[in-house]
């Protein structure tokens, strides 16, 4: 079992910067694939970023304003977020599965609790 905690959220106006962490408990962290996914009100949950043995992916609406990284020492992923638009508002969730590494919600096994993002026009 993996539990997640996520922190870091809040309110931000646009064009600002939050940084999202994630800290996982037992001692295997750096053999898990780890992603953020965030979930805006009334629309599905949608793949941000992830991080794992085969470098790191990042969704096209996030591409070259937010960075993932982790640090393995810490049980710990970051996700950087520059340059945020009203339209980055949503729950961020961290989410790590042990067998696969990839962009559905679906491959991953083990989920934290979220942290809201808020960004003001």
Same mark, same amino acid.
């Given at each position: 079992?993996?539990?997640?905690?996520?922190?870091?959220?809040?309110?931000?106006?646009?064009?600002?910067?939050?940084?999202?962490?994630?800290?996982?408990?037992?001692?295997?962290?750096?053999?898990?694939?780890?992603?953020?996914?965030?979930?805006?009100?009334?629309?599905?949950?949608?793949?941000?970023?992830?991080?794992?043995?085969?470098?790191?992916?990042?969704? =096209?609406?996030?591409?070259?304003?937010?960075?993932?990284?982790? =640090?393995?020492?810490?049980?710990?992923?970051?996700?950087?977020?520059?340059?945020?638009?009203?339209? =980055?508002?949503?729950?961020?969730?961290?989410?790590?599965?042990?067998?696969?590494?990839?962009?559905?919600?679906?491959?991953? =096994?083990?989920?934290?609790?979220?942290?809201?993002?808020?960004?003001?026009?």
């Amino acid at each position: 079992q993996v539990q997640l905690v996520e922190s870091g959220g809040g309110l931000v106006q646009a064009g600002g910067s939050l940084r999202l962490s994630c800290t996982a408990s037992g001692r295997t962290f750096n053999f898990y694939s780890m992603g953020w996914f965030r979930q805006a009100p009334g629309k599905e949950r949608e793949f941000v970023s992830a991080i794992g043995w085969r470098g790191s992916i990042y969704a =096209d609406s996030v591409k070259g304003r937010f960075s993932i990284s982790r =640090d393995n020492a810490k049980s710990t992923v970051y996700l950087q977020m520059n340059s945020l638009k009203p339209e =980055d508002t949503a729950i961020y969730y961290c989410a790590a599965d042990l067998r696969s590494f990839g962009s559905s919600p679906t491959q991953y =096994d083990y989920w934290g609790q979220g942290t809201q993002v808020t960004v003001s026009s």
